[in-house]
């Protein structure tokens, strides 16, 4: 069971890994002692110990609720909590983290769509193109039929005495 405690601590101080000091023997020598010795004393000796949580409002030092990830308000209310650092209190933590996750959140979202639509714009998809390529050889069909039937229609023409030859004389008769 405690290595489960323990394991679940590292999980809930990951995200604090940038805004907490790295410990030194301090904090070592500190964590084998209990939080509750540290009541009605400082923040700071409070808060050697990253197990404890130091409860301003009331000057207490108690351990930190680990089956909860926010202490309850029956322990300490949110904007008195302190824990890893004595100037960030749990309520400035929880906005300044939601406002943090929500725009790093928001600029992915904002990237994906637009690499996206720029894929699709710049590269047309295989039914498109299968299509434009049908296009093309129908078109290419239909002229070549078209030529064919006017080359047969001359022939009969030409059979037939009804081929219209230029007349270098037509000038002439019109006049």
């Known amino acids: 069971m405690g290595q489960g405690r323990e394991l679940l601590l590292r999980c809930a101080v990951l995200p604090l890994l940038f805004l907490l000091p790295l410990p030194g023997n301090d904090a070592q020598v500190a964590a084998d002692r209990a939080c509750h010795q540290y009541t009605n004393k400082t923040c700071e000796e409070c808060l050697k110990n990253v197990t404890c949580l130091w409860c301003s409002s009331s000057k207490q030092c108690v351990d930190y609720p680990v089956r909860n990830v926010l202490p309850p308000s029956s322990l300490c209310e ?34 994906c769509c637009c690499c996206c639509r720029k894929k699709k714009s710049r590269k047309p998809d295989k039914e498109e193109e299968k299509a434009v390529r049908e296009k093309e050889q129908r078109r290419v069909r239909q002229e070549e039929r078209r030529a064919e039937m006017k080359s047969r229609h001359d022939e009969i023409r030409k059979k037939y005495g009804l081929f219209k030859e230029e007349n270098p004389y037509a000038k002439f008769e019109n006049n």
Request: hydrophobic letters at 60%; proline letters at 0%.
């Open 78 to 111: 949110l904007r008195s909590a302190r824990w890893g650092v004595c100037w960030v209190n749990f309520e400035a933590l929880i906005i300044t983290m939601s406002v943090v996750g929500g725009t790093i959140i928001l600029a992915l979202v904002i990237c």
